[in-house]
């Protein structure tokens, strides 16, 4: 065979690999897109779910808290309720604060569960986002402007006591890795 | 809730992860879920109720002991039908990060999977190598859970996702209550020390123990180290020598039975390991039997024991160490009451009951309420199926590469 038909084969065959891997990766990218909106609604689902267990132990133990820590913890629920108060982390850190002055005995039974939920809805989504920002950081996806007028996924970072997800024990705070 | 195990090594071989499986199935059925496994095994005939067959396991040499790795098309027809079959709200599987059935099923299945990490050293270097190019089907998995920081640690490093940390679990009361060994009771005259482990490995630390004893046996003449476990006898005859000969015994290796009841009938328990423990599932045994504990200060180990409050902390590789704290703690019947109530305390996080219920949040969190069960991709190649499963050894790239094309 001539040159010319060496290099036309080659680049055939280039085309047919860039193709197979566009549609594979435009799979993936889909995919995992549905990870992390499922991810978040898990996530969205648990952060209110703890926010109507503050309000409801501002309402219940209002005596027992004394009056401005009641209020503190009610106003911070109400904030971490309606997410158009604008940064959402932001206020569910308030209220993580407000809940941890809480003295446990006056916690409800739910509480701790709720807390614990939070923790793996949030690593989860977090794991979603960054294996979609890793595929999306590919060259190759960069390159073809794969997914490029998708939102960005963004990380949701709050300090949720985690370490009693993380480690074996609670109080465990040993960075790991 | 509908939960599919998915083990990826021989249900008929002893290891880790096939203890893990089968526990975490009878704890999870106890709580009233419905369990099923797919794991490889030797013969069909064998497998107890609720444990599908996925095929025979390729032999590969893991560990000391042979592992399974299983891949092909049959395998893939197999799981395909378990999972249509078992109508799962979630798919839990075990150590996918090797060529195995497990991502084998990460491949197929179609809504929330979990996946447990029980990293091992040996294998991350399998990870280094595979993690890239089992991504793409391991970016499937909406949940991860590790066995232990050390296995957290090889996840986050070679696959570049987190984990959350689920330890192992241990049945607590299966070792808190028991007879003891015949002829050694805790408590008694001559006080026991108890070394469980392959006592041939150096890495388990046996030679130190040895050193260490030779001091305590000149506090503490009536002493006697029990020695369980596998290994040449003579290499361990040799070892001991003329001196610690009467005060050495060898019993072997123990059954399941037999171990609870060693762990029941010593007054200390030593694990004097230098490297390599991940976990240390020993520990939290020694603690639910009510052993007071004597370990060398790996990561693992200060962590079960949380930083030294439920065991005796003791550098490793140290045998004059060592043997101070053994000694101190055999002339200290009060601090030995106290660490083996501490002990049983910390055990009691770890028992399965415990540990099932933190899986089963994970469960829940994943599997969203009306969110669907899982079901099997549309390829279908049920005629794979057939009375003869003579296709086993498959060219191992096919089931992959024809999916990967068709989507």
Known sequence: MTTGSWLLLTAGVLLMFSLGWTAWTLTRLRRLAGRVRRAWVVLDAAL????????????????????????????????????????????????????????????????????????????????????????????LSRLLRLHARRPWPRYFDIDDGQDAVVGAHAGDGRPAG | ???????????????????????????????????????????????????????????????GSMAGVQFGLVSAARARRWLREGHFDVVHVHEPASVSLSLLVCMIARGPIVATFHAATTRSKVLAALGPWARPWLERINGRIAVSDFA?????????????VIPNGVHVPAFATGPSLPGHRRGAQAPTIGFLGRYDEPRKGLPVLLDAMRSVV???????????????PDELEALVGEDLRPHVTLLGELTEADKTAF?????????????????????????????PVVASDLDAFTRVLED??????????????????????????????????????????????????????????VALPGGGAVTASTDENGALLGPTPSAQRDDATSGPFRRRVRR
């Open chain 2, 218 to 232: 000149a506090d503490h003449p009536t002493v006697q180290l029990l020695v369980a476990g596998r290994g040449d």
């Open chain 2, 308 to 365: 030294g409050a439920a065991g005796l902390l003791v550098r490793r590789g140290d045998p004059a160490d060592l043997a101070t704290g053994l000694s101190a703690l055999l002339a200290d019947p009060d601090r030995r009451a106290g660490l083996s109530a501490v002990g049983a305390r910390v055990a009691a996080g770890y028992d399965w009951s415990v540990v099932a219920r933190r899986i089963l949040a994970v469960y829940e969190t």
């Open chain 2, 263 to 291: 762990l029941r009938s010593v007054d200390v328990y030593c694990a004097p390991n230098l490297m390599g423990e991940s976990f240390g599932v020993v520990l939290v045994e020694a603690m639910a039997a009510g052993a």
């Open chain 1, 48 to 139: 209110l779910r703890r926010a109507e267990l503050a309000v409801a132990i501002a309402a219940t133990c209002a005596a027992e808290l004394g009056r401005p820590a009641a209020d503190d913890l009610a106003a911070a629920a109400a904030g971490a309720r309606s997410p158009a108060a604008g940064d959402r982390e932001a206020a569910e850190n308030a209220l993580g604060r407000e809940l941890r002055r809480v003295p446990n005995a006056m916690l409800p039974s739910g509480a701790e569960d709720a807390d614990v939920r939070v923790g793996l809805a949030r690593r989860f989504y977090n794991d979603a986002v960054r294996d979609t920002r890793a595929l999306r950081r590919r060259r």
């Open chain 2, 152 to 164: 957290r640690r090889v996840q986050v490093e070679h696959l570049g996702g987190d984990a959350v």
């Open chain 2, 1 to 63: 809730m509908r939960i599919g195990l998915v083990c990826p090594y021989r249900w008929d071989v002893p290891g880790g992860v096939q203890y893990h499986v089968r526990d975490l199935a009878e704890t999870l059925r106890g709580m009233d879920h419905h369990v099923e496994v797919l794991t490889p095994a030797e013969r069909e005939e064998f497998l107890p109720e609720h444990v599908t067959f996925s095929g025979r396991a390729v032999p590969v040499p893991y560990n």
